[in-house]
């Protein structure tokens, strides 16, 4: 299902599979306990919605892929009973929390009758990168023909990952060689920032024009988190000010965890040709999942793994770094995008050239947009705005957030550098 | 500054008692002539023909890169905040690295490439010693 090595040539698929319809669930800080607010009734919204912007009925759908996983970080306790609510509201699926803290094809199927015809199911795991591969790839294979891809994330109450090990007093597992020092959640993007900085200069004030920007784009993204409930435009001074988290990370460098479900449709691209909107066309995936020599993968090992993405994505794609004319690669955090941008060789900005890069116009007005989309920094912690927005763009369908320059081919993709999977977009299939 | 106590598993156990005993020790390849850590069941560079065995090394390293923690998923050191946290380059492997929250440097004042020499502290809930390195020269 994967490709992640170099020298594998064209994807064989190619221009063959696209994307033709979007559908996005509302957008909360919180489950409020209601089962209309669930993560499963998001993903049922998520996914009717995709079928109508593909202007498709639900009998025409034969694949499903998702990521089983939605939570955010906080679990629903083993012994917390499930709201009498939700169970009367939805049929039961073989997890107890199906539908609250975690998805399935069975759960979805069951609650979803109209989907009579799915014969063909599979797990992306982690998140929407992983899904669209998996599902770009079977419909590739003759495996499915008009497939549903979602991904749904809730988040429960509670601090962000301050329960299980990280709350007891002693540590196993993986966990040993890392906990009793606290090199936890923004640690890695904190050690290679401050590499990044002393091996090319710069430092972490450069780091505002892309935060910034990242936050008007997504105030500019309808769906997104921050335009619903808190359209705020951030400053540099805001951001220069904000409280460290893990210093050189702050506040504005994190993401901030929230609900929803997205889901998309893909099909071949010959049954593409008469469905409602523009087909977008995936040009090649590919995944990185570089592995650290030792405890932490390394800035050299990250930068090594970024450049051989790019040469990947490239190379699959059959095209050239000067034939993007956008990336929207992940950014949660922040501080390490422009690892990926450089490994991309976006716009001829090579290893240690980000940071000067982001003192340019990255604007949408302008001729270099980066991160279109505002990334999780923008809408909330998804990791699904990039991939939104690439269809977004090349359908031009994207609103106040297009791009002035034609947008004919993008990218999106993560949660690399520590492993993730990468999609190439096309409006044209070759 | 008090820390969660490793629990070790069987791969790991040797690590951590040697520790108990002040020695630094890292799996090390016969076959290919490589240290390793953390330790793994095979050799990552020859396996399936490695022969691993233990390895005392000197305990010296330089400081690699780090970061300042202010806000800790860890309770147990929530209460120590801010802390430095270094990655440390093995003398014998730069590719070898090691957590430290350098003590006796003052924090947010990390010398990177400065050299250091390991240390063991005792964690409070087992008793079990942890490396820790210290700014030296």
């Known amino acids: 299902m994967y490709r992640g090595t170099e020298g594998l ?47 498709i009925s639900p009998d025409q759908v034969d694949g499903l892929v998702l990521d089983p996983s939605t939570t955010t970080g906080a679990m629903w306790p083993a012994d917390r009973p499930i709201p009498d609510e939700f169970s009367q509201a939805f049929k039961p699926g073989a997890n107890k929390v199906d539908g609250i803290s975690s998805l399935s094809t069975e759960w979805l199927v069951a609650n979803m009758p109209e989907l009579s015809n799915i014969n063909f199911t599979m797990y992306g795991t982690t998140c929407m990168s992983n899904a669209i591969c998996v599902a770009a790839q079977a419909i590739g294979d003759g495996m499915a ?19 299980g090990d990280n709350a007891l007093d002693t540590i196993g597992g993986s966990g040993q060689w890392s906990n009793p ?59 220069l000010s904000a409280r460290w988290i893990v210093k050189p990370v702050n506040l504005y460098d994190c993401d ?8 998309y449709v893909f099909t071949t691209a010959e049954r593409a040709k008469d469905m409602k909107q ?67 060789n976006y716009r001829g900005v090579k290893q240690g050239e980000g940071l000067d890069f982001y003192q340019t116009d990255i604007s949408i007005e302008g001729p270099n947009p980066v991160s279109p989309s505002g990334g999780n920094a923008g809408s909330g912690r998804t990791r699904i ?23 004919n081919t993008g990218v999106s993709g993560g949660p690399h550098p520590r492993g993730g999977d990468f999609v190439v977009w096309g409006s044209t299939p070759d | 500054m008090p820390k969660q106590s490793p629990i070790p598993d069987e791969l790991s156990k040797p690590f951590w008692d040697a520790c108990n005993e002040e020695r630094l020790v890292v799996q ?36 690699y890169s780090y970061g300042i923690m202010h806000d800790c998923r ?56 942890v490396p820790e390195w210290r700014v030296v020269g």
């Not at chain 1, 490239?314 to 050239?320: D, F, K, V």
């Not at chain 1, 991939?387 to 957030?401: E, M, N, S, V, Y």
């Not at chain 2, 953390?38 to 022969?51: H, I, M």
């Open chain 1, 9 to 55: 040539g064209v994807w064989e698929h190619k221009g063959k599979v696209a994307a033709v319809g979007i559908g996005h669930s509302p957008t909360d800080r919180r489950w409020d306990l209601r089962p209309e607010t669930s993560v499963g009734a998001y993903a049922i919204i998520a996914l009717r919605n995709a079928m109508e912007d593909a202007g």
């Open chain 1, 145 to 163: 023909n008009t497939c549903l891809v979602l991904k749904a994330w809730d988040n429960l109450e509670g601090r962000y990952a301050q329960g």
């Open chain 1, 181 to 239: 020092w606290g090199a936890t959640g923004p640690y890695y993007p904190a050690h290679w920032f401050t590499s990044y900085t002393n091996k090319y200069g710069g430092n972490h004030d450069m780091m505002a024009p892309f935060v910034v920007n990242s936050k008007r784009n997504g105030l500019l993204f309808p769906e997104g988190f921050w335009a619903q409930h808190r359209p705020e435009p951030l400053t540099v001074e805001d951001y």
């Open chain 1, 256 to 263: 901030i965890p929230i609900t929803v479900a997205v889901a």
């Open chain 1, 278 to 344: 523009k087909p977008v066309y995936i040009l090649n995936h590919s995944e990185a999942r570089p592995k650290p020599r030792s405890v932490e993968l390394t800035l050299e090992e990250c930068e090594d793994s970024a450049a051989s993405l790019g040469r990947r994505l490239y190379e699959g794609a059959g095209i050239t770094a000067d034939q993007l004319s956008f990336e929207n690669m992940y950014d949660g955090y922040t501080l390490f995008h422009h690892l990926m941008m450089e490994g991309l």
């Open chain 1, 385 to 407: 705005w990039m991939h939104t927005d690439c269809i977004q763009q090349i359908q031009g369908r994207a609103g106040a957030r297009q791009i002035r320059i034609p947008a």
């Open chain 2, 28 to 63: 090390y390849c016969t076959t290919c002539d490589r240290i390793q850590h953390p330790p793994e069941p095979t050799c990552d560079q020859c396996a399936p023909n490695e022969k691993l065995e233990w390895k005392e090394v000197s305990g010296r390293g330089k400081v």
């Open chain 2, 74 to 129: 860890v309770r147990i050191l929530q209460p120590d905040q801010p802390f430095n946290i270094a990655l440390v380059q093995l003398e014998e492997d730069p590719g070898i690295l090691f957590y430290s929250h350098l003590p006796g440097t003052p924090v947010d004042q990390v010398p990177i490439g400065a050299s250091v020499q390991v240390e063991f502290e005792t964690t409070p809930t087992t008793g079990q010693k």
